[in-house]
């Protein structure tokens, strides 16, 4: 039990170390288990869009890498097969939202994680759903 | 007819010159009519996730701003409501992405668009789906 | 509160009444409050695909019955926008299902509703998304 | 080529002897080839909900089963993994429905599958996307 949360800990710091585009986002890694991540940002004025609030992409990037950190961190290779993020409310620059993502079901060759995005008030800013495919090879 | 393309056209103008996450994208506009939009983007090593290939969340982002042109394009400000992707190729730094947008339904209150975004051997890596609100607003 | 709660329970019971379809898949209804409902169903042969498992479309229903009574109990009438549903688990003739719908955003013009289907033995057999759009009529 | 064709239309012809849901009701297949498939219904009262429409149950469950004729009919048993459908137009008792199902992505261990609804006036009534898990197995 022990070891799978170390083995956890460890894939998802060798994700994080080759993601160029999670580190322009500005993602730090604030807890790792077994199917799960908890990951957090702070907008950024580059990261808005052409009315002045977060362009969608930014959000999503957000949930997504959250998806892969904990879809991934069994040391199974999964590639996302099939997402999807519903908006709830606006982001502005300066907000600093965290992206939770949690196991609904880890199948052999599929898996699905539900991850909810909240802003500094624990609103709830966007919730993402990822499908991924697992390969069966090793990621470290 | 004619006056309402050129509408469609002032609009995604308008938008793209606020939109700091599709210039930081690098996205060009290819073509723009009632409904309808054309983009490009060309991939870039920040681009990247921890596996080498592009980053999820870029794919995405470039079809939603495919998705936001084509649907406020008739000068009625409207919001991303409920958005989903489907992945089915990898992509790699140095491919050329075009996104092409779609309306498959225009409401008075919502709308619905489908965006495939191919490289540029035609091969299609990704398919997005956007449902939109109309708020009533004008952009322009 | 309390007489929100009732008139939720008053809109579900109509609805229930006109609902023939519901009335055919055999649906209960074990408990509503205000954006909230929990249905249930017992499989029966006639609800099976060619696999002799039951068609994608029995739970399907089943969570957009339970999404029905949860969006629209305020007596705001709401329409089905955008709906997804993953399938984690086969279900089988003579099994039962219970559906619980939950609010995740309530907007003045939309809803986002998560719905998770549990068979007899508390496993999850699918996930469900709705977003509606709110009319602004009233149903009773 | 013609084999192919040829399977395809066995295959499906094999699962819908057996697919007790899809008799009630009342589809008939128009059209198979490999990847696709084109399927049709009349809408009948006991399909309604507690509005008088159609219960969104019913034009999914059409949608699902032409995605299953079209996913399945290389002889390589697929599940549905992950599926959507957005609603564009109320569909009541009488109308004629046909769905369409077309192939978007076909992987070794996946597929993707647009599904298109039009009522007897060609009028898209709604729209679905299927994403399937191929196990390797055979139907017939």
Known sequence: MEENQQLAASVVQHMMQEDRFSQWLGI?????????????????????????????????????SAFAFACNNRNNLSVALDTAIQFTKPVHVGDVLVAEANEIHSGRSTGLYH????????ETVAVFKGTCFRTGKTLI
């Open 28 to 64: 730090e890694v604030l807890e790792v288990s077994v199917g799960y991540s908890k990951i957090t940002m702070t907008i950024r004025p580059e990261m808005v869009n052409g009315f002045g609030i977060i362009h969608g992409g930014i959000a999503f990037s957000l949930a997504d």
């Open 115 to 122: 991850i909810f995005i909240k802003n500094q008030s624990e």
